[in-house]
């Protein structure tokens, strides 16, 4: 046969050969990076996806939480990390539209160093007390606080819940002093313990822990009242207006992150979401499951960038 031919054959091949031009993603382990500690609600919520994401992605999906800096630090070392797909951000409302928000200089663009994956749910938001503290309606908390100004103070750890509670401070006209945690568990646990006032946090937390009776719901931020917590009243039924706030948390990739990964994460995160087990158990922490495309999910965000940035500079908030 003459070597032409042999070549040709060869080359035809290796070619067609697996692996020869790569092998198809995911082929080691894939890194959600989050940006606050375990036992918060965003930990909660990724490592109920995690078991079934890692079995229909075929390997292992380790979370490595990565707490602090209202999750600046997560952000920068995804967006600085290879676009391979192998490294991702649990990306919520806070570090990817509140912090643009509050911060003058960030390491990041939310919008320029990330490839928006899939949006993986919304809730609102709840406003807590201790059971202890001599309070059952929103009004009554302040008239507490204007009447205690220096007692008064909030756990909250992240932008989201930071603004979110400035926002609540110029609608009611009370002074708190912001004290920081690293999770929402620990300012849930602050609240129990009568170590700070109240916190305003996310329902993976707070649902378990109203039902347990550690701390007292008094209004939630959603428009309309859940369907998870019939009995709590919205900010504008607890008399105060304009309090709305549906925060949300979802994946981003590196930018430059080939589409066909981020496609093919995207659709694995979506089959997930689809799972009757899962839907229940998102629902059981007043979650609505979304796993809408990457185009949808960077429209919500730059409409959630503007809208925050909007409160942030009518309300004069700002972090640094």
């Known amino acids: 046969m003459p070597r032409l031919l042999i070549a040709g054959f060869l080359v035809i091949f290796l070619a067609a050969a697996p692996g020869a031009h790569g092998q198809e993603y995911p082929n080691k382990p894939i890194r959600i990076v989050v940006g606050y500690a375990a036992g918060g609600g965003n930990d909660i919520i990724v490592r109920v996806l995690v078991p079934r994401m890692s079995e229909f992605l075929g390997q292992p999906v380790i979370v490595d939480n990565r707490p602090g800096a209202q999750s600046i630090l997560a952000a920068d070392l995804v967006a600085r990390a290879a676009p391979d797909g ?10 990817m539209t ?17 490839a928006p994956i899939t949006l993986i749910g919304s809730f609102p938001l709840i406003l807590v007390v201790s059971p202890s503290l001599p309070v059952r309606t929103v009004k009554e908390l302040a008239a507490y606080a204007r009447s205690q100004p220096d007692k008064s103070n909030y756990g909250a750890s992240a932008a989201a819940f930071q603004l979110t509670t400035e926002l609540f401070k110029q609608k009611t006209g009370t002074q708190f002093t912001h004290i920081p945690y690293k999770s929402v568990s620990e300012s849930v646990n602050a609240v129990s313990a009568g170590q700070v006032t109240m916190t305003i946090g996310d329902p993976a937390v707070i649902v378990t822990q109203l039902k347990s009776g550690r701390v007292r719901g008094l209004a939630v931020t959603s428009p309309a ?9 919205t900010m504008a039924e607890a008399g105060i207006a ?10 981003h990739a590196p930018a430059r992150t080939p589409t066909a990964a981020i496609r093919k994460f995207r659709d694995e995160v979506v089959r997930v979401l689809g799972l009757p087990e899962i839907r229940e158990r998102m629902a059981a922490m007043a979650i609505d499951p979304s796993g809408n495309t990457p185009e949808e999910y960077r429209r919500i965000i730059a409409a959630d960038i503007a809208k925050w940035t909007a409160v942030a500079k009518a309300a004069n908030i700002r972090a640094d």
């Open 98 to 114: 509140m912090n643009p928000a509050i911060y003058s200089k960030l390491p990041y663009s939310p919008l320029r160093d990330f």
């Open 225 to 233: 009242r859940h369907p998870v917590l019939p009995d709590l009243p």
């Open 86 to 95: 192998y490294t991702l951000l649990m990306g919520p409302s806070g570090p």
């Open 242 to 251: 304009g309090m709305e706030a549906i925060i949300w948390t979802g994946f």
